[in-house]
Antibody, heavy 117, light 110 residues
Framework: EVQLVQSGAEVKKPGESLKISCKGS????????IGWVRQMPGKGLEWMGI????????RYSPSFQGQVTISVDKSINTAYLQWSSLKASDTAIYYC??????????WGQGTMVTVSS | QSVLTQPPSASGTPGQRVTISCSGSSSNIGSNTVNWYQQLPGTAPKLLIY???QRPSGVPDRFSGSKSGTSASLAISGLQSEDEADYYC???????????FGGGTKLTVL
């Protein structure tokens, strides 16, 4: 079965760092781009960036460039999204998704990140 | 403010046909294909339509998509209570060099 499994919910304080993960299985991980999508509470979907596990080529949405870092460890079929200094406004659900034929066809279950003092 | 524009809400009764619109520009819908996603309450989004009008395996043929110029539409026929969800359109944007989403439409089955 093709699936993406994300790491569990996180509760952090402003200024702390965080790295969440997205592990793929059931397909050739290095052949498809993996994207990250943010959903703030009660809001819509926002594309953050995308990475190609085969060569780590990474693209960021202008809205998120410099705010987060996307990386991958292809040896363990896992992509990462990280922050060096969290803000309260980073509170959201973060989804990873596999991009195939121009669409996000497989989604992870989401990781809830809560940033509060 | 989303790059793609959708109505915030839509509604219908069981068995009805409803449509959801998605408006964009020449840099996104006008030059690239459109995808639609369904997000049931409390769950991750699911791909519903890709490449304007293609259904992934397992998606009922009650769901259909179309595109014309810089606009697209999702149609749901034979509306069912389990169709109550948020629906998002998306397309690649050549100016932003990445995919953009609509703001989402909340579908209520009355």
């Amino acid at each position: 079965e093709v699936q993406l499994v994300q790491s569990g919910a996180e509760v952090k304080k402003p200024g702390e760092s965080l790295k969440i993960s997205c592990k793929g299985s059931g397909y050739t991980y290095t052949n498809y781009w993996i994207g990250w999508v943010r959903q703030m509470p009660g809001k819509g979907l926002e594309w953050m960036g995308i990475i190609y596990p085969g060569d780590s080529d990474t693209r960021y949405s202008p809205s998120f460039q410099g705010q987060v870092t996307i990386s991958v460890d292809k040896s363990i079929n896992t992509a990462y999204l990280q922050w060096s200094s969290l803000k309260a406004s980073d509170t959201a659900i973060y989804y990873c998704a596999n991009r195939k034929e121009g669409a996000f066809d497989i989604w992870g279950q989401g990781t809830m990140v809560t940033v509060s003092s | 403010q989303s790059v793609l524009t959708q109505p915030p809400s839509a509604s219908g009764t069981p068995g009805q046909r409803v449509t959801i619109s998605c408006s964009g520009s020449s840099s996104n819908i006008g030059s690239n294909t459109v995808n639609w996603y369904q997000q049931l309450p409390g769950t991750a989004p699911k791909l519903l339509i890709y490449s304007n009008n293609q259904r992934p395996s397992g998606v009922p043929d009650r769901f259909s998509g179309s595109k014309s110029g810089t606009s697209a539409s999702l149609a749901i026929s034979g509306l069912q209570s389990e169709d109550e969800a948020d629906y998002y359109c998306a397309a690649y944007d050549d100016s932003l060099n990445g995919p953009v989403f609509g703001g989402g439409t909340k579908l209520t089955v009355l």
